[in-house]
């Protein structure tokens, strides 16, 4: 099993910033794709910004030019750096992360989540 734990959510003006982090626990072989994924009231839960283990990154049109994904492989970590927020971007911020397990000699990928953290943005 893997555990990601999320941190920096939290309540912000219009125009400030925030940093969320992600870090990944448990049996793993090695990580894939991490991403953070947004829920706003009422709404689906939609793709923010995501990061390969090696790759370019991806983002939604909403946030770019704002929003910078990073990751530290060697600690198995994602962040968000979130900047120039708006009110529209308040909404529950999930990590993803699709990690392989070695089971029985074969690569195993599977899809884990955080449990979600709040961020607000409000005057």
């Known amino acids: 099993q893997v555990q990601l734990a999320e941190s920096g959510g939290g309540l912000v003006q219009p125009g400030g910033s925030l940093r969320l982090s992600c870090a990944a626990s448990?049996?793993?072989?090695?990580?894939?794709?991490m991403g953070w994924y947004r829920q706003a009231a009422g709404k689906e839960r939609e793709l923010v910004a995501d990061i390969p283990s090696g790759g370019s990154t991806n983002y939604a049109d909403s946030v770019k030019g704002r929003f910078t994904i990073s990751r530290d492989n060697a600690k198995n970590t994602v962040y968000l750096q979130m900047n120039s927020l708006k009110p529209e971007d308040t909404a529950v911020y999930y990590c993803n992360a699709k990690v392989s397990h070695l089971e029985s000699l074969r690569v195993v990928t599977r899809d884990y989540w955080g449990q979600g953290t709040q961020v607000t943005v409000s005057s």
């Open positions: 448990g049996s793993i072989f090695s990580i894939n794709a």
